[in-house]
């Protein structure tokens, strides 16, 4: 947020605009969170059930194309995992091709996805298995991509 600071800030995904505030109900407590005059979010969900803000993230986000966008990559990807698990050598060429693959496929997920944390966002999220499956491969394949490029750029 800017122009202040705001008892929101906490419960706001990093990912988030100032469209949308995520904050626990204050009604009771007779202290209201204070938001900057500019740039407000337009939508506030406060309640103490963090079901109704995950809920309501349906109708802020359009979660459904995300969740296929995520179904997409893992099954996209989810191969790959497989076929590496069982190569006890990693060839560095095939590393760099499916590095370069995943990469490309995953760059625009998290643009696209608001970073809702975990209790807010609809049960078994799908978005979680793909990041799983992001970092995994990654972790398995970067090593040997950039051998390969270091080796093929040196000659």
Known sequence: MTGGSSRCSPFRSPNA????????????SGSAP?????????RICTSRRPRCCADSGRQWWDLD??????LEFLAEHNPT??????????????AFVDY???????????YLDPGLPTELLPPNWVGLRAADLFFTLQARLVDAARAHVERTTAN
Do not use: H, I, M
């Open 17 to 28: 605009t100032n469209a949308t505030c995520f904050a626990p109900n204050w009604s009771d």
């Open 100 to 110: 370069v693959r995943l990469l490309t496929d995953w760059r625009r997920l998290p």
């Open 81 to 94: 995992r497989y076929r590496w698990q069982r190569r006890r050598k990693v060839g560095e060429r095939n």
């Open 65 to 70: 194309e995300l969740e296929s966008l995520y």
């Open 34 to 42: 204070r938001l900057p005059a500019s740039g407000s979010p337009r």
